[in-house]
Structure formats: C-alpha cells, structure tokens
DNA sequence: CCCTGATTCGC
DNA sequence: GCGAATCAGG
C-alpha cells in the first residue's frame, strides 16, 4: 500500500537517481513494476537520460492460445514487512546506493565479523534484513545495511551484486 | 543473461 | 489506483 511515506520516500529516492528495482528493494513488499507504475502515476517520469525512449504504442493483446503449462507463478515480494528504513538511516544508505560499483574492496572481515559481544544492532537483523555491514565494527556507528533482502541471499540486490561478484570481473576491474 | 524504463489493462 | 505481464532496449 502507498501511504504517504512510501510515496515520499519514492519521490526522494526517485530523484536521486535509483533505478526502480533499487527503490523496490529499499521499500521493501513491492515489485519494480509497481514502482515504475506508481512513478508513471505520480507523473514524475523523465527523469535525465534514461532508456526514454519516445516512440511507443500499442500492444494488441495477443490471444492466450494454447496454455502451456508454465512454470512457477513467481512470488516475487513478501507480505507486509513494511523494511524498518526510515529516519537517520535512509539518509546513509542512500549515499551508498548513488555512488554503486565505485570502491567496494572491503578486507575479507571473516574474522572480524562482528564481535559477538559488544552491543550489535544485530538484534535488529530479521530473515529478510540485508545483512551487509557498514562502517568499523569496532565503533559506533557500525551498523547493517538493513534493506530488505528476499530469499535470493543474506544481502540486498544491490550488496548481492556487489558480494557476489565474479573472481573473473573483479580482476578485470581492477 | 543481466538489467533498464514504458505501456497496457484486468482487477 | 494498483501492478503483473509484456514490450523495447542496453
């Protein structure tokens, strides 16, 4: 549902330049579609250069025929989880989402994975919160990424992607 | 194949 | 109004 907030949040994050998956995924129980549909009814379209491209119509609803059996319906978001981003840290991790794949060499921490003592906002991780670190462990401002992270993984889209990537692409970035 | 936004249209 | 399905493209 779109309350004001979400709204808002779309509108911000929107601007800001995230694509329409990112912003579904920091919002957390919605689809891209649906926040491409939502901007579309915002009016707030354009937005720079993008993929705007003019030329576009019709659809001519082809006929179903034969139904073939499909595959899975895709469950694609979760119920309500309503992802707790809100206030100080929404502006933090947007900074994160604008500048992407840019610095993202982070030392193994294996070990320094978070002390299993000291007081971790660990306790607010959930089975659907990212759990991608940010910030030195050993301070206090240390905290978890927290965006809404399917069941595709431990992390976020947008940390899978960055976590996960390739032995082959790093080097070649590199 | 990954991803992007754009459009249509049943609900 | 909503958003899945689909389309068109990078």
């Known amino acids: 549902m779109w309350t004001d907030e979400r709204v808002e949040t779309l509108r911000k994050l929107w601007a800001e330049g995230l694509s329409a998956s990112q912003i579904a995924a920091q919002l957390g129980g ?11 009814r915002l009016k707030l379209s354009s ?5 705007a491209a003019p030329t576009r119509q019709k659809k001519t609803v082809q006929a179903p025929v034969a139904t073939v059996t499909k595959a899975a319906p895709r469950p694609v978001a979760a119920p309500t989880r309503t992802v707790t981003a809100t206030v100080g840290a929404t502006a933090l991790q947007a ?3 604008v500048e ?12 320094v994975v978070v002390p299993i003592s000291r007081h971790l906002q660990l ?8 759990k991608w670190p940010n910030g030195d ?4 401002e240390f905290h978890f ?3 809404e992270a399917g069941e595709t993984g431990p992390y976020c889209r947008y940390h899978s992607k960055i976590a996960f990537q390739p032995a ?6 590199r």
């Open 123 to 130: 306790v607010d991780l959930t089975e659907r919160t990212c």
């Open 137 to 140: 462990p050993l301070t206090e």
């Open 47 to 51: 937005r720079g250069r993008t993929t």
């Open 100 to 111: 992407p794949v840019a610095r993202q060499y982070l030392r193994p921490v294996e070990n």
């Open 95 to 97: 900074q994160f989402e």
């Open 30 to 40: 919605v689809s891209r579609n649906a926040v491409i549909g939502k901007v579309h």
């Open 145 to 147: 990424c927290g965006n």
């Open 168 to 173: 082959a692409e790093r080097r070649r970035l």
